[in-house]
């Protein structure tokens, strides 16, 4: 302990937040399945943007078809089928429609690659060198021929449809791993808070504590510590989502992620906030474990309704709950994400959500100072708030 803890003593309980839970068991194992579900979202749609349709090429003439059909005898198993269509219009249709991964069509120096959002890289790499290969067993069966016109035809260029790097299912499944991120974050953290508040009840030591040391100032120390330890496990979330993408070849995701990542964050502070004070009153409102199955229910519905309409409610419904407090760390995220959003909506519902979040903790703190320090029977939420304060 040194002055600066003994001037904020918030600082202190919060410190003292981080330490006991980096050394909790049932923490780091909440982490652990936290990166396995993360991943997990992560990779799957990633792995479906890569592999969707992967064996189909279209083409327009047997040139385009024989190329295809080296390029699945060169690459170790990974089959390319030629889809034969009848002109360009169509090869690009079969492309936008995903009936192909990519079509292989005539050009000025040899052919060109089309894809829809982007050409794949793997399919790339061995459609050029089985133009290659194609190309220079042609030129080669001439006679005298200089080393250009040896290479003549064997040149791929790449052309894209629709220029963006997520296709739409892969943006729902985003959306639904930065909400699942949120609300698992905050139910986890959240039971935490009242775990520990209800067993500091229990075994006397808030009274110790209390006696020392300002009540709010042991809301605003967990608080702290508990919002510090929740963005230490979203950055190490982060850094393995990062992993799962580099591994499946999927970096290009991030050119859409990382502009909503910053809101993201915002979001996720305000609301983990308000959150977390709600918490820990309902921990201050029960005297034993077996009582935060009803206090904590508020806390779960809050949480559970509004993730599942940022996940499977329709555009409009999901809008309006863009701009309801706490509902909105889940939504608007992901509106972001699959939609053309104006910049002044996730502005009003970041000072909408930063009032709330001010609101709830100053009522929050009121009823943590009435009701931590009552023991011998479980209180309700009317009965806190019908309390005077001591």
């Known amino acids: ?37 993360v991943l997990a979202a992560v990779i799957l749609p990633a792995l479906l943007a890569g592999g969707n ?12 078809a ?6 699945s005898q060169t690459q170790g198993g990974n089959a390319y089928e030629p ?56 030129n080669a069966s001439a006679v005298k021929l200089t080393p250009e016109q040896l290479r003549a035809g064997t040149q791929v ?14 943006s ?51 608080v702290l510590g508990n919002t510090v330890l929740a963005l230490g496990q979203i950055v190490v979330i982060a850094a393995a989502s990062l992993v799962g993408l580099a591994a499946t070849d999927r970096l290009d995701i991030l050119s859409v992620v990382a502009p909503v990542a910053g809101w993201f964050v915002i979001f996720f502070v305000l609301g983990f906030v308000a959150l977390a004070g709600l918490w820990a009153v309902a921990g201050s409102l029960a005297t034993r474990q077996e009582d935060l199955g009803s206090t904590t229910l508020p806390g779960q519905m809050i949480l559970m309704i509004p993730f599942f309409f940022a996940v499977f409610a329709g555009p409009g419904p999901r809008e309006i709950a863009s701009f309801v407090p706490i509902a ?14 104006p910049l002044w909506q996730p502005l ?36 806190a708030l019908a309390l005077k304060a001591e």
């Not at 000025?108 to 050409?119: E, L, N, W």
């Not at 100053?362 to 009965?383: D, I, M, P, S």
């Open 157 to 170: 260029s790449e052309k894209i449809l629709e220029p963006g790097p997520l296709p739409g299912y892969v």
């Open 172 to 222: 729902d499944f985003v959306n639904i791993g930065l909400a699942l991120v949120f609300y698992m974050t905050a139910l986890g953290f959240g039971m935490m808070i009242a775990q520990s508040v209800v067993q500091e009840k229990e075994s006397r030591v808030v009274e110790i504590l209390a006696a020392s040391v300002p009540i709010r100032s042991l809301l605003w120390g967990k």
């Open 53 to 64: 349709n992967s064996d189909k090429i279209a083409v327009i003439d047997d040139g385009g």
């Open 348 to 383: 009003v519902a970041i000072a909408i959500l930063l009032v709330s979040t001010v609101l709830i903790i100053r009522v929050g703190a009121r009823l943590y100072e009435r009701t931590l320090l009552k023991t011998g029977h479980r209180l309700g939420y009317r009965q």
């Open 1 to 37: 302990m040194n002055d600066r803890t003994l001037d904020r003593p918030w600082l202190l309980i919060a410190e003292r937040e981080v330490s006991t839970k980096l050394r909790d068991k049932t923490f780091i194992g909440s982490t652990l399945v936290m990166l396995a579900v």
């Open 83 to 138: 889809l034969r269509v009848a002109d360009q219009d169509a090869a690009e249709a079969a492309v936008t429609k995903t009936d192909a991964t990519a079509a292989l069509l005539p050009g000025p120096d040899g052919y060109v690659v089309i894809g829809k959002d982007k050409v794949d890289s793997g399919v790339g790499a061995a459609l050029r060198a089985a133009v290659a290969e194609v190309g220079m067993e042609k």
């Open 328 to 341: 909105s760390s889940m939504s608007m995220p992901g509106r972001m994400l699959t939609e053309d959003v």
């Open 66 to 71: 024989a190329v295809v059909q080296r390029a």
